[in-house]
């Protein structure tokens, strides 16, 4: 087998990397040539719209979920949240909008009901024993 070594760096810039883009640009005007329009080059201005916040409520959602969930309302506002999120993903502002206001309900809902029944699992069992003394 033969094997041949080319140098790649001369010996002037033995000392320094040679500047990579500088090579670029030779390259592709030495390829490409000089432009032979001479009109200016247009533009394209694209709007972005400024994020609109839109709350999801998907940690209210999860909290209610795992530790109030009184007639399953918890996991009904965790999946309105999870869609009020993918609409918001793709762009959908009203339907995200929609979609967390009814899990915000939801869990308004299910934090009232599982206040009043933490309440009365307290409540019941102490009146209870007060009555048997």
């Known amino acids: 087998m033969n094997h041949t070594v080319q140098t790649v760096f001369s010996p002037v810039n033995s000392g320094q990397p040679p500047s990579y883009e ?3 640009e030779e390259h592709k005007v030495a390829v490409l040539g ?8 247009t533009s394209t201005v694209i709007h972005i ?6 709350p999801d409520h998907v940690v209210w959602s999860l909290f209610n979920t795992l530790f109030m969930n009184p007639c399953c309302l918890g996991f009904i506002a965790f999946a309105y949240s999870v869609k009020s999120r993918d609409r ?4 959908d502002l ?8 009814t899990a915000k309900c939801l869990n308004i809902w299910t934090l009232i ?3 009043l029944m933490t309440i009365l699992l307290i409540v ?4 209870i024993y007060q009555a048997h003394r």
Request: glycine share 8%; charged share 15%; proline share 14%.
């Open 22 to 24: 500088m090579l670029k």
């Open 94 to 101: 009203t339907g995200a909008q929609a979609y967390a206001s």
């Open 124 to 127: 019941i069992p102490v009146l």
């Open 49 to 54: 719209r400024s994020e609109t916040s839109v």
């Open 88 to 91: 918001k993903m793709v762009g």
């Open 34 to 41: 000089e432009p032979h329009n001479p009109a200016p080059p």
């Open 113 to 115: 009901l599982g206040i």
